[in-house]
């Protein structure tokens, strides 16, 4: 991976700008502005928590759904660079990674969530996850900044953009697999090279 990195701040994660989270007067209105924010917040973090739920159980189905049309993926590890535009060309290409041969954990923490508009959020996520390709006794573990932007359509928050770049990545071909006493992978995940 090239040593030409960005420097991962809020200001190149493209964070700063949103709206205030203090109270706003004392009205009815204002009071209900904040809940409305609040409530706003809350609904991105579970957006994104069924995201990650969605991608380790290979629910392609529902994973479809926390999508804007035109979503634009873009993420940046210690061997790939990965980027594409499209709902469907996203879920076209993640089936592939998430198959019955395969062991995905990935936890999103820490968000940093700052609502610009009553449509529009942007927000910073931690991962840590470890992706066993079985297939091929190789074993990747690692931490990644995500940072998104999410758009509310007819009442539903959507990602419209989610880019991440590796902190740091371990990569280890495995001498053998990992015995796996439950394996929901293997049974749900797709199957190599199907569509």
């Not at 928050?157 to 770049?165: D, F, V």
């Amino acid at each position: 991976m090239s040593e030409q990195r960005q420097v991962l701040n809020k200001q190149n994660m493209n964070m700063g700008g949103g709206l205030p989270l203090e109270a706003d007067g004392t009205d009815l209105e204002g009071l209900r502005r904040n809940i409305q924010q609040l409530m706003d917040i809350e609904a991105i973090k579970q957006l994104k928590h069924a995201y990650f739920r969605c991608i380790d159980t290979a629910n392609l189905e529902e994973l479809a759904t926390l999508f804007h049309d035109d979503v634009l993926v873009h993420f940046i590890g210690g061997h790939y660079e990965w980027k594409v535009e499209g709902r469907q060309a996203y879920l076209d290409n993640i089936q592939h990674a998430f198959t019955n041969v395969s062991v995905g954990h990935h936890n999103g923490h820490q968000p940093e969530i700052e609502i610009l508009s009553a449509t529009e959020a942007r927000g910073i996520w931690y991962l840590a996850d470890h992706m066993w390709i079985l297939a091929n006794q190789h074993h990747t573990t690692g931490t990644a900044l995500y940072w998104d932007s999410y758009e509310k359509v007819d009442g539903k928050w959507l990602i419209r953009e989610t880019r991440y770049e590796r902190l740091y990545e371990i990569n280890t071909q495995l001498a053998q697999n990992p015995e796996l006493s439950s394996h929901y992978l293997g049974v749900h995940g797709t199957k190599p090279g199907a569509r």
